[in-house]
């Protein structure tokens, strides 16, 4: 048999262009299934990464590199972090970037002639930064109002609502432990995820007050919760590892104490959105095999139309393997224009919407790769047994069909 030239191979390839030009609308829809197929796979993962990346950075929102310590109140004997233990973690514990403790209580309060709860929280101004506080008007309080123990709060967009009308500060003050504070600013949360990790004190109709303002018109004996906020991610454990050496040393029992991090839900979310991105990837890619399917029913039909014409090419002298290769270029460039044509709207239409609304949508390149080579792998495979059984045609019988 003689060896494949490349221009033998050419003219299978514009044999196979012929055919599909001459079945247009058939050529068009097996294209355009394959299309929609190939858009659909490249499409659900990016939705898949939009939706991971905007869960991690509701939980990233809520601090960043955080770790949180507290009191179980659990067991015969339960313990908390004491206020002497505080300068003993900042001291001990490397890897600390800022450490804010919060002390925690509820206030009722007149409030547009109803009596509200409000939450007051005793906090140090670091606190701003470590929960990623964000100051819509005002300011917050500052390290020397905080060393001073002065009368003063910054209270939640929630509370200002209530009290003023509006968001915005107003020049006024809030009774707080029966004594008047100044209020300096109103604040929010940096995202509004707090809820979804249990971490919400400073949610809703809530107070800041400086920390030691709090310890001297109260008789708190300990801190309801420590946030220490990483030096780097890198830090995370590590400060956690210390977190909890220091505490196992001084108190009787360390399983009294939680410590945590935002990793473990980091990785939860994560964990979930891999296996939702792989269901719904698995469901989309049903949709290429139906494409697939629609090539080897539109080359089996076209095997069909075309027996005498295959009997006179094999009559004339033409291979086996030629008519096998042709049908499957014929295959392959089906599958191979939709595949381009599925990633260019893939990754296209989430872009395009991510422009439109200025939203990052990610498009994972893997995804277009994978999307595209298992199109064509799917028209190949679909279209070889056409191709096979158009080769493997009998030549007196093809000769013979009517």
Known sequence: MARPTIAWFKLLLRFAVDAIVAQRGRSVLTI???????????????????????????????????????????????????????????????????????????????????????????????????RNMVVESGRFFNVSEEARGEKVCVISEDLAVELFGTPEMRSASLRLFGLRFRIVGVYREGVESAAAVQKSEAAGLAALIPFSTFRNLSDVRYADVVYIQAASPAAVPDVVEGVTAVLAARHRNISNFKIESLDQYLVLAQRVSRAVTLGLTAIAAVSLFVGGIGIMNIMLVTVSERTSDIGIRLALGAGTRAIMVQFLLEAAILSLVGGVLGVILGAGLPLYIGLLYGVAVPVSGLSVLIAFTVSVGVGLFFGYYPARKAAGMNIVDALGYT
């Not at 499409?43 to 990346?53: A, D, F, K, N, Q």
């Not at 869960?55 to 507290?70: D, K, Q, R, T």
């Open 32 to 130: 355009l299934g394959m299309a929609i197929g190939t858009a659909s796979v490249v499409g659900v993962v990016s939705i898949g990464l939009l939706g991971r990346e905007y869960v991690v950075g509701l939980i990233e929102g809520v601090g960043s590199n955080l770790v949180f310590a507290y009191g179980t109140g659990r067991g015969v004997n339960p313990e908390e972090i004491e206020f002497d233990d505080l300068p003993a973690l900042e001291r001990e514990v490397s890897g600390i970037a800022a450490m804010a403790p919060v002390l925690l209580h509820a206030e009722l309060l007149p409030i547009a002639g109803e009596v509200r709860q409000v939450t007051v929280l005793g906090v140090t101004p670091a606190y701003e930064r470590v």
